[in-house]
């Protein structure tokens, strides 16, 4: 599947040290999942849990999903164990947490090269402390550096950064919308996918719904869950509805007319097109066929 166009509606978190979950996400509708290695995992479990996501990873057995090891941040205990084990198990991305800066990014990177860590092991950057918000453009900048040029995606972290900054999680989010929209566009500047933060009250599907399509709304590829229950959902938000495909087809149609050949604008049923939106309609379409074909194979 092409990197450009990979769909990241879903991305399912499980604590590493779960086994069961990490069995049962291997029929889960999800696109990608993270297993977790730090903060769903207790100090006394972290050697399980490094032993069981090796094992998960190498076994081949997650079909197209992506994989993604969340490791612990530098300067724990285990920071340099899970580096290696997340290497030794070739997943598509590390998940690097806490970050604060572009130099978070770069050690990482630097790790993954003097460990000669596979080249399609890409890497994601946890959004959720003050600074990461401060940071966001050149944290997103990284990836056009020589050791922060695996970094793929950022993914927020809205529970440690309403711990951090002491906002609240409530209904709407208003208090951290302007994070959420600054980290949109450092994502966009750099080619970088961006996935939503969590929602973690599980009963709660009216206001779980609501915050896809807010996350949705604000450009985010995705969001991450916690639950499978929320897969479905969010799949349904996060992908293009039909309407906007069928007019997507209508527009990249439109273009290919031998009388529009060359044009940078034409009008199509009373509305300007724009060769923008050209390449827009190349993507809703490239990625609802991704998704079709995810879901026939
Ligand atoms: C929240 C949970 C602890 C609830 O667990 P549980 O009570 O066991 O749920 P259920 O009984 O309803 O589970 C039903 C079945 O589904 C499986 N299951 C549950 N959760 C997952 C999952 N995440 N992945 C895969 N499978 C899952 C159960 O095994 C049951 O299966 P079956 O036996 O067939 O019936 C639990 O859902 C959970 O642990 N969720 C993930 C928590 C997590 O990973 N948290 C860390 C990430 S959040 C975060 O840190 C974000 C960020 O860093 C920030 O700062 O914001
Ligand atoms: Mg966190």
């Not at 207790?42 to 081949?60: C, H, M, N, W």
């Not at 530098?74 to 070739?90: F, K, Q, R, S």
């Not at 229950?229 to 087809?249: H, K, T, Y």
Request: aromatic share 4%; with cysteine; proline share 5%.
């Amino acid at each position: 599947m092409s990197e450009l166009f990979r769909p990241r509606r879903s991305v399912l978190y499980m604590p590493g040290s779960n086994a069961r979950a990490l069995e049962k996400s291997k029929t889960l509708d999800a696109d990608a999942l993270i297993l977790d290695l730090e903060d769903a995992v207790a100090p006394e479990e972290k050697d399980l849990a490094r032993e069981q996501v090796v094992e998960a990873v190498k076994s081949g057995e997650y079909g197209d999903r992506e994989l993604i090891i969340r490791i612990n941040p530098a300067g724990t205990p285990w920071a340099t164990a899970d580096l290696e084990a997340a290497i030794e198990a070739g997943p598509d991305a590390v998940l690097v947490p806490k970050v604060n800066t572009a130099a978070d990014i770069h050690q990482v990177g630097r790790k993954l090269a003097e460990l000669h860590a596979d080249a399609h092991v890409r890497m994601w950057a946890m959004m959720e402390t003050p600074l990461a918000m401060l940071n966001a453009g050149e944290i997103a900048a990284a990836a056009a550096s020589q050791y922060g040029r695996r970094l793929a995606a950022l993914v927020m972290g809205t529970n440690d950064l309403a711990k951090d900054s002491r906002a609240r999680l409530i209904a709407g989010r208003q208090p951290m919308l302007g994070w959420l929209s600054n980290t949109v566009v450092a994502a966009r500047s750099y080619g970088l996918d961006i996935i939503d933060g969590v929602f973690n009250d599980l009963d709660d599907m009216e206001g779980f719904e609501a915050e896809c399509a807010q996350g949705r709304d604000f450009g985010m590829d995705g969001k991450t869950l916690i639950h499978p229950r929320q897969l479905g959902p969010c799949n349904v938000v996060f992908a293009p509805p039909e309407e906007d495909i069928a007019w997507s087809r209508k527009v990249i149609a439109a273009f290919e007319e031998p009388e529009n050949e060359g044009k940078g604008v034409i009008k199509i049923g009373g509305k300007m097109v724009e060769l923008l939106h050209l390449e827009m309609a190349r993507r809703t379409v490239h990625i609802a066929e991704a998704i079709a074909a995810k879901s026939a194979g």
